[in-house]
């Protein structure tokens, strides 16, 4: 997702539905921090990009238009909540001075390296989980009923777990977050499980908050084939500013079918819905969705959808069957005769952008030729992108844009006027395609895994197809990313559950700011091939799997030839007394690429 700044960034809400009062501490630490920011980090590429862009210096670049704009995430989804963790504590408990991932925290980068292929291998002997959907949608009611079976292989001889989302939005949320995300006066909807059946026969269950825990026999899981979980629901719709709701012309359904809570190495993951980040954590399935709804209607979804129109059921009734295979979720868009369409094909994809009558076309053309431009240019750095379709959609609220599978959602102001300001939005979720939709990771323990990793790519696109916006973006996160001082004595990192963080500004400046700035002078050292490359690597290492941030760090060290500890710690970490031993390793670093170049000249 995406947020923002002075209106958005990549990932988040608008200032107007910003609670005054939840970010001013935030800020005030800022404005404190910056005081003694620019230091020896902005000496080896920050320092550099003011000057060139600045002569004026640090001073012309605090006052330079955009930069409040250019501090602020392009789609912050609402957050994820995780077990809290103890201050200056890496994931899993680990000290600060142990950076996870590193021969210092116990694991050897060349045992960890071969996890990722351990793992496929083991994937690769049991069936993926598929959802069969069937649901009928009255856009006039703003009401769905349906049902979904889901046939899977438990993990546990004793419960499976279902996140059943739409449970976030049945009653009242309070507090600036909530009102962050769902805007003033959100009107809840309602959600009820009519049935859930296990092996076609009744099963009990206990919901609590979002999550539903279903009892398992034992002797049917001692078999080891799969079970088919159906469960036959209806809901009404709530109106709010976030993922999931309507307006007017459409209907948005993001994260809305119920989908099984991960259990990996370190056991279950059931966090709730929180409102900072994105509080989701998915593996991969097929998916076939069975949808009906009134004739006259359009639909977009992470299906390939583009070729069909619907059956007739019913006179003024229309069934879509829409299948998407190995994919992390399945999200879908109605929408009236008042949106229109483009589509381009970009390798074996068809991009398509939706938008409505009444919008500016100056930026509806906009939009689509940023997420065309920038699907292509990721496709060639990252890897080939396996789906026949990817759709983005205006919706309305005000999520800014939040990515699914082959589907992305941008709210309304990104297609009113004549600006630049929706571009970085675009490009930002069309790079979560490849970084949550192809290679995922645990969103709500490790969201600088895919969030920060997405920005960079951002960054990477836009400085060389638009210049002067990849500059001012550029220079936001390295402001940003070095003003940390303030959070680290908050007991704040880059590397947190998203619970812990106290406001979007926060999330936003470690998650975001901090990750890409420690990329971006990563990429300073190493020149942006290697550093493309490597990433490439580890996501096709990873492709249609999960990734972990200690996998990335082995990745890191094995490039590097060194332990990456120091710079993990000092960067991710927010280990000050690792400063200087990170700027050490960076050094090291130039040096034996300059070393090499000399090599490659001398020959």
């Known amino acids: 997702m995406r947020t923002a700044a002075a209106g958005r960034d990549d990932g988040g809400r608008s200032d107007a539905g910003r609670n005054a009062a939840s970010q001013n501490a935030t800020r005030r630490l800022l404005a404190k921090a910056a005081q003694g920011a620019v230091r020896k980090w902005t000496g080896s590429l920050f320092v550099f990009v003011l000057a060139t862009a600045f002569p004026g210096g640090h001073a012309a670049f605090a006052k ?70 069937s649901v009928q949608i009255d856009p006039a009611a703003k009401e769905l009923t349906g049902s979904v079976h889901i046939q899977f292989v438990p993990q546990d001889p004793a419960f499976a777990y279902l996140h059943v989302y739409p449970y976030a939005f049945t009653d009242k949320k309070k507090g600036p977050l909530w009102a962050d995300l769902l805007g003033k006066n959100p009107t809840p909807g309602t959600y009820q499980i009519h049935q859930l059946r296990i092996q076609g026969k009744p099963a009990a269950y206990q919901r609590t908050g979002t999550l539903v825990e279903i009892p398992l026999e034992k002797r049917v899981v001692e078999s080891g084939a799969a079970l088919d979980l159906e469960l036959q629901f209806s809901m009404t719709l709530p109106r709010n500013m976030g993922r999931m709701s309507y307006d007017d012309h459409a209907i948005w359904l993001g994260n809305w079918l119920p989908i099984l809570a991960v259990r990996d190495s370190s056991g279950w993951h059931l966090d709730p819905y929180g409102p900072v980040g994105d509080p989701f954590y998915s593996e991969t399935a097929d998916y076939q969705v069975e949808l009906n709804v009134p004739a006259g209607y359009q639909v977009a979804s992470t299906a390939a959808d583009g070729t069909q129109r619907g059956e007739e059921a019913t006179p003024g009734q229309r069934v879509y069957h829409l299948e998407a295979k190995d994919v992390r979720d399945f999200s879908l868009v109605v929408m009236d005769e008042t949106y229109q369409r483009r589509e381009t094909t970009v390798g074996r994809t068809k991009v398509r952008s939706w938008w409505r009558k009444g919008d500016s076309p100056v930026q509806a053309a906009r939009n ?73 990771n645990n969103q709500v323990e490790e969201a600088w895994l895919d969030e920060g990793l997405a920005e960079y790519a951002s960054l990477s696109f836009l400085r060389a197809a638009y210049p002067q916006i990849g500059q001012m973006r550029v220079q936001g996160r390295l402001i940003r990313g070095t003003t940390a001082d303030a959070y680290a004595e908050a007991g704040l990192n880059a590397w947190l559950p998203t619970s812990r963080y106290p406001d979007n500004q926060s999330y936003s400046d470690l998650v975001y700011s901090r990750t890409a700035t420690m990329l971006l002078l990563l990429e300073d050292v190493w020149g942006e091939e290697r550093l493309h490359a490597m990433l490439q690597h580890f996501l096709a290492e990873h492709r249609h799997q999960v990734a972990t941030g200690r996998e990335w760090v082995a990745a890191l060290t094995a490039e590097a030839g060194e332990d990456a500890a120091p710079f993990i710690r000092y960067w991710l970490l927010l280990d000050k007394e690792q400063e200087q031993a990170a700027q050490e390793w960076l050094d090291r670093q130039r040096e034996a690429r300059v070393g090499r170049d000399s090599a490659g000249n001398a020959r």
């Open 368 to 440: 689509h030729q940023a997420a065309e431009r920038s699907f292509s240019y990721f496709q060639s750095r990252f890897g080939a992108y396996p789906y026949d379709e990817y759709d983005v959609v205006r919706i309305g609220g005000r999520i800014n844009g939040m990515e699914y599978p082959g589907i992305v959602f941008l709210d309304g102001s990104h297609y009113q006027g004549d600006h630049l300001a929706s571009i970085p939005t675009v490009v930002h979720e069309t790079a979560h395609q490849w970084f949550y939709g192809l290679m995922g």
């Open 64 to 133: 330079a238009p955009g930069f409040q704009a250019a501090g602020q995430e392009a789609g912050q989804a609402p957050g994820g909540q995780g077990a809290g963790q103890a201050t200056g504590q890496a994931p899993g408990g680990q000290a600060a001075s142990q950076a996870p991932g590193s021969p210092a925290a116990g694991q050897a980068a060349d045992q960890t390296a071969e996890q990722p292929a351990n793992r496929a291998a083991e994937q690769a002997v049991t069936d993926r989980t598929a959802y069969t959907a």
